[in-house]
């Protein structure tokens, strides 16, 4: 059996379509659908059922893929551990959200762009959960760090880290608003108070007001910009409540130019995944890339 064939069916059995395994594959689509359909004939069964989006696996499918997958990744660990041997760069395409890329994952993977014979290249893009996941299924990211966990069996998720949300204003919106009147009327003591958002529909202050009150705000957005960096910013100078990450304004509350508007007893959280596609960690920069962000999370709190 020709094992071109089998990489195409376990690429498409992962990608859950002839188009996107075409782009991971540099193949056009009739390319793969040919290579799919000569396969069926060697084994004399079809292999996947065509659906109006995608393809789905037969139990035949099924059966070829758990049974070749794990050969197919072993196959390319040996061939890239044989030829990676350090005289090239190889380049590593990380996507992921713009503020937690910037703060957190791309200072630690700076440490592993140097010459030390086992570097890479960094290459990041900055984007929505559904955008950097999207960009890796289709092969223009390595890794992605995700907020969403992704379905299906062509990307793979690991927990990386949960950040903690925290309620924050300047010192004149907390004395005015008051910390007694807060823990006595909770979300009725900051209705129509400004608020900083990323966005119109408020996922931040959402998330929050649900979690710690069981409620929806009643505020609308003051100040919308696309950046929690930017939402901090104008936080600090008193344009509004926000709804941020601890990691991200914690120098702020140290300084005391925002401060903490209520610590409920559970805060609310939110869980990154390190996204990569199956089998992909046979590529020495990725798994290394994945190992890093991984080992690196732990002091992150």
């Excluded at 359909?37 to 109006?52: I, K, M, N, S």
């Excluded at 890239?80 to 910037?102: I, M």
């Amino acid at each position: 059996m020709d094992l071109a064939l089998l990489r195409t069916f376990v690429t498409v059995h992962r990608a859950g379509s002839f188009t996107r395994a075409a782009a991971l594959l540099g193949l056009s689509q009739p390319a793969v659908t040919s290579q799919i359909r000569t396969l069926e004939r060697q084994l004399g069964r079809p292999l996947f059922l065509r659906q109006a989006r995608g393809v789905t696996p037969t139990t035949i499918g099924e059966e070829l893929a758990h049974r070749a997958a794990p050969h197919l990744d072993a196959l390319v660990e040996i061939a890239e551990s044989g030829v990676d041997d350090g005289s090239s760069l190889r380049t590593l395409h990380l996507a992921g959200p713009p503020e937690f890329t910037a703060e957190r994952a791309l200072p630690a993977l700076t440490e592993l762009t140097g010459d030390d014979g086992q570097g890479f290249a960094l290459r990041a893009s900055f984007g929505t959960a559904e955008e950097a996941l999207d960009g890796l299924a289709c092969g223009h990211h390595d890794l992605a760090i995700s907020t969403a966990r992704p379905r299906g069996t062509l990307l793979t998720a690991t927990p990386l880290c949960d950040e903690e949300h925290v309620l924050v204003a300047s010192p004149r919106w907390a004395e005015r608003i008051g910390s007694d009147t807060l823990r006595l009327k909770g979300a009725q003591a900051l209705e129509n108070l400004p608020v900083v958002e990323v966005h119109e529909s408020l996922p931040f202050v959402s998330r929050y007001w649900a979690s710690v009150f069981d409620s929806r705000p009643a505020a609308t957005g003051t100040v919308v910009v696309p950046d929690l960096r930017a939402v901090l910013s104008c936080a600090i100078a008193g344009a509004g409540l926000a709804v941020l990450p601890r990691y991200l304004c914690a120098p702020a509350l140290d300084h005391g130019t925002v401060v903490t508007l209520l610590d409920p007893a559970v805060p609310p959280l939110r869980t990154y995944f390190l996204v990569m596609r199956a089998g992909t960690l046979a590529m020495p920069h990725i798994a290394r890339a994945h190992e890093w962000l991984q080992q690196a999370a732990t002091a992150w709190g």
